[in-house]
């Protein structure tokens, strides 16, 4: 179960690497930059409108943040919180929990501060910590064994069985482009 648990986590953990960074302080003085659109959906007969908030991580600290190489990166800061910090409570289905305990510890750092907070934006936070549990809810045994392997970079491009485009719905979120 041990190695499972290993193998599960460095899976999960590599999930974050394909993600852009962005970040906040969130003591910024700088313009909001968020944008909302709306995305109307057809369930059947009934649409139903949703507002999709998109350009989370562009503003002038996010980008600083995202480049500042002194700094563990956004990234790998979202993939330990999703997946060594909150791990538990995505195994048990309740992806909820897992991302309200996954963007605490990217704010704060971790309770034994051995991640530090990432000094993202609530927005951009968001963000990452989306992509990492869209990627474990819906590409977990795809991923689980080698997160750079081509089966599971296809499984987050919508390759999985509910056709949820993980990497897309990022950028989305972010505003940020693939590099």
Known sequence: MKQWTRTLLVGLAGLSLVFAACGDDGNSTETDTTTTDTVTTDTGGEDTTQTAVTDQCIGTDDLARITDTTQPDPTDLAG???????????????????????????KDGNTDASLPPAGLSDGCTTCYVQAVLCAAQHCLSVCASDASAQPCIDCRAGGNDAGVNCTQNFYDCSGLTPQ
């Open 80 to 106: 330990a919180c999703g997946t060594q910090v909150c791990l538990s409570l995505a195994l048990q289905g309740d992806f909820a929990g897992a991302q309200a305990c996954a963007e605490t510890c990217m």
